[in-house]
DNA sequence: CTAGCTATGTATAAAAA
DNA sequence: TTTTTTATACATAGCTA
């Protein structure tokens, strides 16, 4: 990109790789709402730093919106099952589940 | 970007806006996607063209992972109640509730 | 729609603040 | 870490095929 092309490989030097990241970072979800805007398409970025601080963007007021037409969308009959499998599993994995289903279902009705 | 700037705001011409929306949709992708590799971070993208056509990138073998990821990093009580209420929202229009609640619970954990 | 072609507009690596 | 500067590398709008 300049004064160096770079080569496609993770950057060693912990301070390059953090003024790196932040400029990066900010590149791609400029891009992510250029492209939403100009073509008028849904777009939802998700990105986390190596420390796991979260940054995201959305076209959409929502980015839960965005994750659950991606998953209508990528629900063909196995990624179907797949999903299943993981949620089954993360379910049993935890406690508060029941709690969690009650309070659900609660407010359904 | 190149023989004009470029005003921020929707393409109206079809033919353009679909060009424009392929060439940016990959300049995104690649961005995300070098973004994961030079700075070690975690990145998913996911873009419906207006056609709702899905395009989407991971860093992670598998998206869902990050989206997981992102709910927990998010979940602070008004992102909770927000997601609720879309949750039950989509819910309602859809006959298979079944699924969707599995779904619903893999947000907590 | 997909694939060059270039002139230009942008993004950003490196260095320094 | 964030910002600024500046030289370069990249991305891409408008065309063409």
Redesign the interface.
């Known amino acids: 990109m300049a004064r160096g092309k770079?080569q496609?490989?993770?950057?060693e030097n912990a301070t390059s790789?953090?003024v790196?990241?932040s400029k990066?970072?900010t590149?791609?979800l400029k891009?992510?709402y250029?492209?939403s805007?100009?073509?008028?398409?849904?777009?939802?970025?998700?990105?986390?730093?190596?420390k796991?601080r979260?940054y995201?963007f959305s076209s959409n007021s929502?980015?839960?919106?965005?994750?659950?037409?991606?998953?209508r969308?990528?629900n063909d009959a196995d990624k179907?099952r797949?999903?299943?499998e993981?949620?089954?599993l993360?379910?049993r994995?935890?406690k508060?589940?029941f709690i969690?289903?009650l309070m659900?279902l609660q407010?359904?009705e």
Request: charged residues 20%.
């Open positions: 770079v496609l490989r993770r950057i790789r953090q790196t990241f990066r970072r590149g791609l891009k992510a250029e492209l805007v100009l073509c008028d398409a849904e777009v939802a970025v998700i990105v986390f730093s190596q796991g979260l995201n929502e980015i839960q919106m965005t994750i659950d037409r991606y998953r969308s990528a179907y797949a999903d299943m993981q949620h089954i993360a379910m994995s935890n508060s589940i969690q289903v659900f407010s359904f």
